[in-house]
């Protein structure tokens, strides 16, 4: 019996690790302006968008508060739209012209960075502080 307890105690208690509500929080400075809005993509680790969000900008910072997470693996893309038209302006060449980033702060070199380096684990409630490129 006292076996039996024990049992239902660890089920309980790795349930509630699995069924966890995490919070990710994001701060993302650096930017030129408060102009227009900063577009975010949160990816699951197998490249899977799990929600899109659009921040204002103040102070040239943008901050997002995502909830309802599940421990595992994510990544974030973002970019700064300037003039308002919900794409990522570039120049002829393909540089972008308005300010991006991911996750971990990487950059790429020529293109973006290996979608594993913007990888992050979130175990427990989350801040992440990020610097947008221009």
């Given at each position: 019996m006292k076996r039996f307890f024990i049992l239902i105690a660890c089920l309980i208690l790795s349930s509630n690790?699995?069924?966890?509500q995490l919070t990710l929080e994001i701060?993302?400075?650096?930017?030129?302006?408060?102009?227009?809005?900063?577009?975010l993509q949160l990816f699951d680790e197998k490249e899977l968008v799990i929600?899109?969000?659009?921040g204002s900008i103040k102070d040239k910072?943008?901050?997002?508060?995502i909830h309802n997470l599940k421990p595992g693996?994510?990544?974030?893309?973002?970019?700064?739209?300037?003039?308002?038209?919900?794409?990522?302006e570039t120049n002829a060449l393909g540089k972008p012209t308005e300010g991006y980033g991911f996750s971990n702060n990487v950059i790429g070199k020529f293109g973006p960075p290996p979608f594993e380096k913007w990888?992050?684990?979130?175990?427990?409630?989350?801040?992440?502080?990020?610097k947008i490129t221009y």
């Amino acid at each position: 019996m006292k076996r039996f307890f024990i049992l239902i105690a660890c089920l309980i208690l790795s349930s509630n690790w699995v069924f966890a509500q995490l919070t990710l929080e994001i701060e993302i400075t650096g930017l030129h302006n408060n102009t227009g809005n900063l577009m975010l993509q949160l990816f699951d680790e197998k490249e899977l968008v799990i929600t899109q969000e659009i921040g204002s900008i103040k102070d040239k910072m943008s901050s997002f508060s995502i909830h309802n997470l599940k421990p595992g693996k994510y990544a974030i893309r973002y970019y700064h739209d300037e003039n308002l038209n919900g794409k990522m302006e570039t120049n002829a060449l393909g540089k972008p012209t308005e300010g991006y980033g991911f996750s971990n702060n990487v950059i790429g070199k020529f293109g973006p960075p290996p979608f594993e380096k913007w990888i992050f684990e979130l175990k427990e409630d989350k801040k992440l502080q990020l610097k947008i490129t221009y």
